[in-house]
């Protein structure tokens, strides 16, 4: 199961990675930088599996990535 803000904490460490800024995967994913700052932050806890899929996508990454507790992936090429 998916640890307290597990999701956002998870979307940032693939930002750091890959040195991606909010504004960045916002125009990537096409999710307003708001509601990706609103999900890092913990705010928003449960959003929409299209938002989810977007992030994924623009992070190079399956949603399952996204969603597994804690990150255990490497970065696909």
């Known amino acids: 199961m998916l640890s307290e803000n597990g ?3 998870n979307i940032k460490k693939l930002m750091d ?3 991606i800024s909010q504004f960045r995967l916002s125009l990537a994913a096409e999710v307003p930088q ?3 700052s609103n999900i890092l932050s913990g705010r928003v806890k449960n959003p929409r599996v ?3 899929s977007r992030l994924a996508k623009a992070l190079g990454v399956t949603v399952d990535d996204l969603l597994s507790d804690p990150v255990d992936h490497h970065l696909r090429a």
Request: proline share 0%; no cysteine.
């Open 17 to 19: 990675e890959q040195e």
């Open 50 to 52: 299209a938002t989810v």
């Open 34 to 36: 708001s509601r990706i």
């Open 7 to 9: 999701l956002g904490n």
